[in-house]
C-alpha cells in the first residue's frame, strides 16, 4: 500500500518561495504521472500541477510561470517549487497520483499572508 508523505509548507508573505516535497513508501513515482493537488477550505481539491513518465509537465493557468513541478528518482521524492505566491495559493497542498490512488497523505499547509 503505498504512503504519500507531504512537507515543506509554511506561512509566507505574497511574493515568496516555498519548495514542497512529497515522498513515497510502497510505489515508485517514476512509473506513473504524478501530480500536486490542493484544497482551500471550503472548496474541493484540484490538481494543479502534474509530471508525466516521461518529464513533461502540465500546470494549471493559474499556477503557470510561477510553479515548477520535479522528481528526483534516486530519492523517490516529488518536489514543487512555488515562486511568486498569491494569497490565493493558501491551501493545503498533496501529491499523488493523477488518477490517484484511493490514500492521500495529510498533506502540507500553504499560508500566504502578510
Known amino acids: 500500500q503505498v504512503q504519500l508523505v507531504e512537507s515543506g509548507g509554511g506561512l509566507v508573505q505574497p511574493g515568496g518561495s516555498l519548495r514542497l516535497s512529497c515522498a513515497a513508501r510502497g510505489k515508485i513515482f517514476s512509473f506513473y504521472t504524478m501530480g500536486w493537488y490542493r484544497q482551500a477550505p471550503g472548496k474541493q481539491r484540484d490538481l494543479v500541477a502534474s509530471l508525466t513518465t516521461g518529464g513533461n509537465t502540465n500546470y494549471v493557468d493559474s499556477v503557470k510561470g510561477r510553479f515548477t513541478i520535479s522528481r528526483d528518482n534516486a530519492k523517490n521524492t516529488l518536489y514543487l517549487q512555488m515562486n511568486s505566491l498569491k494569497p490565493e495559493d493558501t491551501a493545503v497542498y498533496y501529491c499523488?497520483?493523477?488518477?490517484?490512488?484511493?490514500?492521500w497523505g495529510q498533506g502540507t499547509q500553504v499560508t500566504v499572508s502578510s
Open positions: 499523488n497520483k493523477v488518477d490517484p490512488w484511493g490514500v
